[in-house]
């Protein structure tokens, strides 16, 4: 069964730097693309980045500049390098993946990981 698992979440002063990780676990065929999500308390889920099959990326404009992301289809795994954090910045970051499996193409969402940016 595919599924998807982040790490490198974690608390750090306003400024640091964080790495989240999201690997995809399962018969994963193909990768059409693989991205970020976060939600902070009392606020919508937002995408963060996006990174595609191809290599082109998106990124939501509050964290362009700051955040890059990447991806190592050869592992089903994709990246969140995050640089001058900001308080704003707290929130869950979730990973998500539209892939082709023994069960067709379908999106896939891992549990979340805590990324707290104190001031």
């Known amino acids: 069964q595919v599924h998807f698992v982040e790490s490198g979440g974690g608390l750090v002063q306003s400024g640091g730097s964080l790495r989240l990780s999201c690997g995809g676990f399962g018969k994963i065929f193909d990768i059409d693309f693989m991205g970020w999500h976060r939600q902070a308390p009392g606020k919508q889920r937002e995408m963060v980045a996006i990174?595609?099959?191809?290599?082109?990326?998106n990124y939501v404009d509050s964290v362009k500049g700051r955040f890059t992301i990447s991806a190592d289809n050869s592992k089903n795994t994709v990246y969140l390098q995050m640089n001058n954090l900001k308080p704003e910045d707290t929130a869950v970051y979730y990973c998500?993946?539209?892939?082709?499996?023994?069960?067709?193409?379908?999106?896939?969402w891992g549990h979340g990981t805590q990324v707290t940016v104190s001031s």
């Open positions: 990174i595609f099959a191809d290599g082109s990326t």
């Open positions: 998500y993946a539209h892939v082709l499996s023994s069960m067709g193409r379908s999106d896939y």
